[in-house]
């Protein structure tokens, strides 16, 4: 009768932990997606959005106001003082273009908001995104290093929403333009 050796609780964690790194696998939590990565979008049909297409599926030629849009971002049914922060933040960015670490300290502080809030939630959220570029130059002086910020508007928010709408939109098309051939 041949014995096997039975692996310990140590050696099968390690086995676990070794098969989990090498298959890159990521335990994927029932909760949901982070918050952090999350992106607001209410029924189509929802009080909350202006009008945006016709009875014939037509888009609307109207310019949709800062304050719907943030609302994709920081839902301010479920998030109202990050999209309160946000959207004045914004607006100051919008009137200016070009915000610098001065400018941005100075509108932390005149509002009274959280620095951690402000740079922690809102400024990361609004970088990762794509609705802002965040620049840093290292500057030497005395031997001391200094990093200004340097915030300005991005478009590749509006990019990466518009590609996933397009190509929706294709394919959309492409259906119905082979359900047409085959009647």
Not at 78 to 100: G, H, P, V
Not at 122 to 149: H, S
């Amino acid at each position: 009768m041949i014995m096997q050796e039975t692996p310990s609780e140590k050696e099968k964690n390690v086995t676990n932990n070794q098969l989990n790194q090498n298959s890159n696998y990521r335990n994927i939590k029932s909760r949901g997606i982070p918050s952090s990565e999350d992106f607001y979008l209410p029924r189509y049909d929802s009080p909350e959005l202006k009008q945006f297409q016709n009875e014939q599926e037509i888009p609307t030629r109207n310019i949709w106001p800062v304050e719907l849009i943030l609302n994709f971002v920081f839902p301010k049914r479920y998030k109202e003082k990050y999209y309160e922060i946000s959207l004045k933040f914004m607006k100051e960015l919008l009137n200016k273009t070009c915000l610098e670490g001065k400018e941005i300290a100075e509108f932390v502080k005149n509002n009274n908001y959280s620095k951690a809030t402000f740079y922690n939630k809102i400024l990361i959220r609004l970088k990762r995104i794509g609705m802002i570029k965040v620049e840093r130059k290292t500057i030497t002086i005395n031997n001391t290093k200094y990093r200004p910020m340097k915030v300005t508007l991005s478009k590749t928010f509006g990019n990466y929403l518009m590609k996933i709408a397009d190509s929706w939109l294709v394919h959309v098309d492409e259906a119905r333009a082979e359900k047409h051939k085959s009647e």
